[in-house]
């Protein structure tokens, strides 16, 4: 049996495997299709400090081995995902890590401090990087704003933080730095990347909202593109998600640097995969004669003749 614990700062999981936020629900939806007690932990849909009513629809359309959303964070807000909610997903077996959208930084440091009345969570994951909400949801396309939000939120939480970040912006390592130095457990790389779906014919966009995110197999290069390009540069654990579909998708995040993945779009056409992928990722180590998940983390070889992926900041 390989080891499959993690340790991403002070956030430790039994295994690698979470299932990403928007995903799951409450994880009730899930219960006749997921074994709780193999997952690595469970990340439900971002809650807001007021309810949101969300975007539009349609909210959802497939695209080529994509799938674009622009949900606007619909939800019934923290004191209700207090009320209803932490209990019940608190008494399953499996780590919670409740994930929070402020729309400024004073917000999420009050949705962080109510969190923090809830030692039985693993962690909080600010959602820093939500395309779909107009009014400054999506703080992490600048490194100052990241690095302020995470630091008045370390203030107040003593929760491992987890921070979101976007691939939307033009230099990713610089806002992973910043969720470092703001003192974030670690980053989860990546949110989605802003897509349109056009419908020609009516010369309409399909999605009510216009603009969407786009997730599924279509984003993977993409996400692990920037894990090698964070992983090379800043010393903070990354938390890989983007398309990942089977278990040799979660090898190569693990390789490119990733100490732990999200299983997200795939859970929509798979609901059982992610409480399937410990065990086969088990397995695997163990055929590769591989004793610990950790040893396997950024052993990605460059070749000697292609540049690093980012230089060091
Ligand atoms: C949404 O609710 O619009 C999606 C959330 C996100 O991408 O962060």
New binding site residues.
């Given amino acids: 049996m390989a080891d499959l614990t993690v340790e991403l700062n002070r956030l430790k999981l039994r295994n690698p495997i979470l299932v990403a ?2 995903t799951f629900g409450y994880a009730k939806e899930a219960t006749a299709f997921v074994d709780f007690s193999q997952l690595g932990g469970i990340i439900p ?2 809650v807001t400090l007021l309810p949101r009513e ?2 539009p629809p349609p ?1 959802t359309v497939e695209t080529s081995c994509g799938l674009l ?7 019934d807000g923290i004191d209700t995902f207090i009320e209803k909610h932490i209990d019940y997903l608190t008494s399953l077996d499996c780590p919670i890590i409740a994930n929070v ?1 402020g729309h400024n930084a004073e917000e999420f440091v009050v949705l962080a401090e109510k969190l923090n009345a809830f030692p039985q969570l693993a962690g909080v994951e600010l ?1 820093m ?5 107009s009014g400054g ?1 999506d703080f992490a396309t600048n490194p100052d704003m990241t690095r302020q939000v995470l630091a008045a939120v370390r203030e107040k939480c003593n929760l491992p933080i987890i921070a ?1 970040l976007t691939p939307n912006v033009t230099n990713i390592v610089e806002i992973a730095a910043a969720a470092a130095e703001g003192g974030a457990d670690a980053v989860t790389l990546i ?2 990347l802003m897509g349109v779906a056009i419908d020609w014919r009516r010369r309409k966009p399909i999605l009510g909202n216009v603009f ?2 786009l ?1 599924g197999p279509a984003i993977k290069p993409v996400a692990l593109r920037i894990v090698c390009q964070v992983a090379q540069a800043v010393e903070i654990p990354i938390i890989g998600v983007g398309g990942i579909q089977n278990l040799d998708d979660v090898m190569e995040f693990l390789v490119a640097g990733a100490s732990a993945v999200q299983i997200g779009t795939a859970s929509f056409y798979t609901p059982g995969l992610a409480s399937r992928l410990p065990g086969e990722l088990n397995e695997l180590l163990d055929h590769e004669g591989v004793a610990r998940v950790n040893d396997i983390v950024g052993t990605l070889q460059y070749p000697n003749s292609v540049p690093a992926p980012c230089a060091k900041v």
């Fill in positions: 936020s928007g849909k971002t969300g975007n909210r959303n622009s949900i606007g964070l619909d939800n959208a959602n990087s939500c395309p779909n909400v949801v979101k949110n989605t969407g995110g997730s």
